[in-house]
């Protein structure tokens, strides 16, 4: 298996705070993809910080690099 596991969510599309965004969860991480950022894989121990703090609703919003 690769680094993110299996989906274990289907891939949502949405609005946050006037940013086009999409999201699909996996076993051991997350892709987030916003139209100004791109995609970014998000595991380990990034992903669980990530989801402490409210993933991309919180402090710190979608990914960068």
Known sequence: TDI???PV???E???YNSKNA??????RG??????SNGAHEIYGEIYNRYKEMDTYKGI???PIT
């Open 4 to 6: 993110l596991g299996i």
């Open 9 to 11: 969510s289907n891939a």
């Open 13 to 15: 599309c949405f609005t």
């Open 22 to 27: 999409c999201k699909q969860d996996f076993g």
């Open 30 to 35: 997350t892709v987030v993809y916003s139209a």
């Open 60 to 62: 710190l919003g979608f």
